[in-house]
């Protein structure tokens, strides 16, 4: 355990859409019973690419006693896993991954999705 960055949903705002599913590399979460939930916390890595695709804002990250994150348990659920392919878009000009290259950026504590298009505006003001 360890006091650490990890997400947290908020099941009265989650309407189950899966948009945060595909985002996470890890493959921390899935829908359970119609709400996105973390599967285990130890395959959360506090990125937070989750948060910026939720249109309801239900995802959050919080600092909390954890388990220590791990690359064998995330490993492990990768080998299994079914990926959904839903598109990201960048967070500026919503060009879908479909038309546009879209990176995974951060700052001050925000994570955000940005097409090489937006990027230059986003770097230079
Ligand atoms: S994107 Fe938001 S509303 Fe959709 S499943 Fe994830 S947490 Fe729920």
Known sequence: ????????INEELCN???ACIAPCAEGA?????GKARVV?????????FCLGVCPLGAVILEIREAPDFSEAAVLEQQAGQV????PQQCSFCHNSEDEAYILPVKHRGESRWVC?????RLIHG
């Open 16 to 18: 189950g859409c899966g």
């Open 1 to 8: 355990m360890a006091l650490r960055s990890v997400i947290r």
């Open 83 to 86: 990926k959904t392919y839903i």
């Open 29 to 33: 979460l899935a829908i359970v019973d």
């Open 40 to 48: 285990k916390e130890e395959l959360c890595d506090g990125a937070g």
């Open 116 to 120: 090489t298009s937006c990027l230059p």
